[in-house]
């Protein structure tokens, strides 16, 4: 039996650790479009660039999700298929994925594909598709419904809090909702946000200066639930000190498990912009 773990280009990994012909990994990238240009979240892409393509850009700026064909055709590759995709509740990506779910089941009925919605994005995607990967390996006969059961329950344990030093890209292409008013950048608040049950951003707490950041992240993560043995992703946008102090702090303070820093890629870079960090455990 050939497997196939398919996510979304917002996984901030290009492959999911290994490559080999029973189980693959796949990433479906969705669109960026700044201004005039388009780039494809893909291995092509330098974050830099489009960073700085971000910075000169006056004009209006937006992501598109992938087609339910590039997920169909993902899907068409192996005998069992299992996507884990953006939040549904900030994107259109789940549904192109189960519209291409049921496209590919249309051509080839005997192929097994499951869709999960991570009601996150970045480091949450990358523990999904690791923790599938390891079900995959860890079973004698893996059993399709077994493994997709057990990783809708791992997803609904899972937990996103965030901060951004800039929440422009979301706040315009209506990802969120309004913060009051820009003083708070001006002052050097931080906004600390996490993601809701259903997968919608909300705000959690304040503060200002990095230090005090990093706490009431920290205080954030403990409220969320316990962390304990928890393996922590931090995604970061060219913000690798920050990343590492932060790491440094929640291995003092939460009895986690593993901290792993991740560059984010094109979608995350895009709505995190500079400096911008998310947590994923
Ligand atoms: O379909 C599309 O065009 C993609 C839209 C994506 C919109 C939001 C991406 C945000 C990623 C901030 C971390 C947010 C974590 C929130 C979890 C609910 C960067």
Partial sequence: MTWNIVCDSSADLPSAGGNDDAIRYTSVPLRLLVG????????????????????????ASSTACPSPAAFAQAFSTTDCSICFTISSNLSGTCSSAMMGRDLALEEHPEKKICVIDSKSTAGCLVLLARRARALIEQAEV????????????????????????????????????????????????????????????????????????????????????????????????????????????????????????????????????????????
């Fill in 36 to 59: 005039e240009q388009e780039f494809l979240d893909d291995e092509s892409l330098t974050i830099s660039r489009l960073l700085e393509c971000m910075k000169e850009e006056k004009g």
């Fill in 142 to 281: 893996p059993n399709f419904e077994e493994i997709c059961a057990q990783l809708r329950i791992y997803q609904a344990a899972l937990r996103t809090t965030f901060t951004l030093e800039n929440f422009d890209n979301l706040i315009k292409n209506g990802r969120m909702r309004p913060l009051v008013g820009n003083l708070l950048h001006s002052l050097g608040i931080h906004v600390i946000a996490e993601a809701t049950p259903q997968g919608t951003i909300h705000v959690a707490d304040k503060a200002r200066g990095e230090t005090k950041t990093f706490q009431a992240i920290i205080k954030q993560m403990a409220a969320s639930k316990d962390c304990t043995g928890a393996e922590v992703i931090i995604s970061h946008c060219q913000n690798l000190p920050g990343a590492v102090k932060l790491k440094e702090l929640i291995l003092k303070d939460l009895p986690v498990k593993s901290v792993e820093l991740l560059s984010c890629r094109g979608l995350t870079s895009f709505y995190a912009m500079e400096k911008g960090l998310i947590l994923c455990y």
